[in-house]
């Protein structure tokens, strides 16, 4: 079947049948048996224990990593068969926030980091996206930290320098790895409230939502925010609907994602 | 009284020895060390092949971003290095081109100088100097930056931006250890020339300047300059292939990033010595 389908309705990211694979260790399989799609406007919360499997499970939705088994669609189309230059035009439709500080760049700015994927593609000078970069890093409130060298800033603060890379360059899905984690709860409304705004559709995206899906090891944060629930356990995925659904799963793992 | 077995002569004992069958560890030990050589250099290609692939498709691609980092590749590898060069060239000059001189001089062979400094300083001994010097000073740097940035996460962020890493990690550096070694190379012979002479003329050998330069301007063939170009440009390539396969090949532990630069070091001298010997074969058919 083909998946190139551009209808309104044609997901964005598709997993089909799809073993994921360990980073670390390609030949260890985490995950069995993916199958799940990412449809525009979504908004996605995938609970998992730690070592379930969150990062590479988005890492193989993201197009970084193949699957070990099974199909993989980036907008409906096989990554395997897509030109390099339609590969890195995808990469800039998905922004990706990794965990733990966001990989950014020690050695150069927040300005400096956020400024390099537009500097890259659009092959300008970092004074030409001097306003862009502007704009993200009060939407992140990044401002006053601009000039400070990325790795001199703690933990939360690198995060949101990570969000404001991957939303420098207006993408369509945003994929969080594990956002929340260690993070106080006003940073922790704060993220929510921006990424709710972000997929009701914020002027910076023109108003356009952006379909969003955050891994996370902690699903209370989430229940009342995200739209669509899924889990990651024992090697397989379980997908739990809407918020309703959610409410009256009785996966057992639930639990653990749900209490203290 | 019971006899006392004959002591066995050195000669039996050495037989003894060579009939004995090979330890199987040590067997073992050789066929591990040739296959990870084998993994090795079949690594290395790919990633030579790979990045010589970007460098030629992609050298326009961002240059805004790109030629920006050859420029502080060079400035890096290149014009901070060159008091080190100048000093080396300074050294060289007087430990071996004023003595060569003198005592050709002495032995009333003079007129060989110019070819013994061509071939040994232009030929040799500069290139080898300074890709060596390069190596030391910036390539360890290489392998240290790459791998901690691989450790880190970087290099896959990167990719998540859609920004190629060898295209934005490696080019810039393979561009311009190639143009830094090519150019410090022409300083330090320039300065081991002059300074060589320098050299001469304090042990008061009777050998005017016009005559030395002379000599060696009228032993330099066109093929020298063209040759030391690729030669130097050829140890550039060599260095920053392998400091950058080393750093970004596999994902190092921090604890690895030492015995990689360890491994990066040796590995870029044998380059560098074969390639060597490569250049040595076409000189001798010139």
Known sequence: MSTADSSPAAPLLELVEADIASAGNLELTLIRGVSWRLLPGEYWAVGGLQWSGKSDWLATVAGLQRPAAGKQFLFGESPEVLRQSDLVVDRQRIGLVFENGGRLFGQMSVRQNVALPLCYHQNCPPEDTREAVATVLALTGLTELADEPASQLNRSWRQRAALARALVLRP??????????GLDPRQVRWWLDLLGALNAGHPWLAGKPLTLVATTDDLRPWRT?????????????????????????????LEDLMTL | MEKEPAKPSSA?????????PLP???????????????????????????????????FNT??????????????????????GVLFLGIALGLVIVGQTVSLLTKIGAEQY??????TVLVRELGPLAAALLVMARVGTAIVIEL??????????????????????????????LAAAIFSLTVYLIITAVVSGYLFVFLQDVPLLPAAYFNQIAQALVWQDFLLLGLKTVTYGTIIAVVTCYHGLAQRLRLEEVSDATTAAVSQCVVGCVFADALFILVYLLM
């Not at chain 1, 990651?232 to 799963?249: D, F, K, T």
């Not at chain 2, 040590?26 to 010589?52: C, D, E, M, P």
């Open chain 2, 147 to 176: 791998g901690l940035s691989r450790a880190q996460g970087e290099v896959e962020a990167l990719e998540a931006l859609g920004i190629d890493p060898v295209h934005y990690l490696v080019m810039p550096r393979v561009i311009g």
């Open chain 1, 172 to 181: 369509e899905v945003l994929l969080l790895d594990n956002p929340l984690a």
């Open chain 2, 24 to 58: 199987q560890s040590y067997l073992n030990f050789v066929g591990r060390q040739s296959f990870r050589l084998l993994q090795t250099i079949q690594g290395v290609g790919a990633f030579a092949l790979i990045t010589l692939g970007v460098t030629f498709t992609k």
């Open chain 1, 225 to 253: 925010r995200a739209h669509q629930f899924a889990l990651l356990q024992s090697g397989r995925w379980c997908s739990l609907g809407g918020r309703a659904e959610m409410a009256a799963h009785t996966e057992p793992a």
């Open chain 2, 12 to 20: 039996s004992l050495l037989q003894d020895a060579l009939a004995l």
């Open chain 2, 62 to 83: 961002a240059w805004r971003v790109t030629h920006p980092l050859i420029r502080a590749e060079i400035e890096r590898a290149g014009v901070r290095l060159l008091p």
């Open chain 2, 113 to 118: 100088a110019g070819s013994v400094m061509v």
